[in-house]
Nanobody, 128 residues
Framework: VQLQASGGGLVQAGGSLGLSCEAS????????LGWYRQAPGKEREFVAA???????????SVKGRFTISRDDARDDTKSTAYLQMNSLKPEDTAVYYC???????????????????WGQGTQVTVSS
């Protein structure tokens, strides 16, 4: 399974960016797709996740500003997660990573070790 994240960039505070993460390969049935971020000098932080049924889990600091969604190919060859980020703040600056797992993780959705596959990260910079 390969994860390819894209869409990062530089934006002014209050602006918007959209990230996408394509999972391809022998993905079978990807259950959870998640987004994490890591700012310089800080630990990797959970942002949001979406399950195959559409249920989402979003951290409080971005709730109401970030929206996660997904699109699954009918032949199970590709799953894509999207993260629409609005009303961006300088504290949202980080490298954003996508992650995926076929496992049912539910209560462990925010735990990094719950995910089996990780993308390479995409930089999001919000200027004040």
């Amino acid at each position: 399974v390969q994860l390819q994240a894209s869409g990062g960039g530089l934006v002014q505070a209050g602006g918007s960016l959209g990230l996408s993460c394509e999972a391809s390969g022998s993905i079978g049935n990807i259950n959870a797709l998640g987004w994490y971020r890591q700012a310089p000098g800080k630990e990797r932080e959970f942002v949001a996740a979406i399950f195959s049924g559409g249920r989402t889990n979003v951290t409080d600091s971005v709730k109401g500003r970030f929206t996660i969604s997904r699109d699954d190919a009918r032949d199970d060859t590709k799953s894509t997660a999207y993260l629409q980020m609005n009303s961006l703040k300088p504290e949202d600056t980080a490298v954003y990573y996508c992650a995926a797992t076929p496992r049912v993780i539910l209560s462990r959705v925010r735990v990094p070790s719950s995910y089996d596959y990780w993308g390479q990260g995409t930089q999001v910079t919000v200027s004040s």
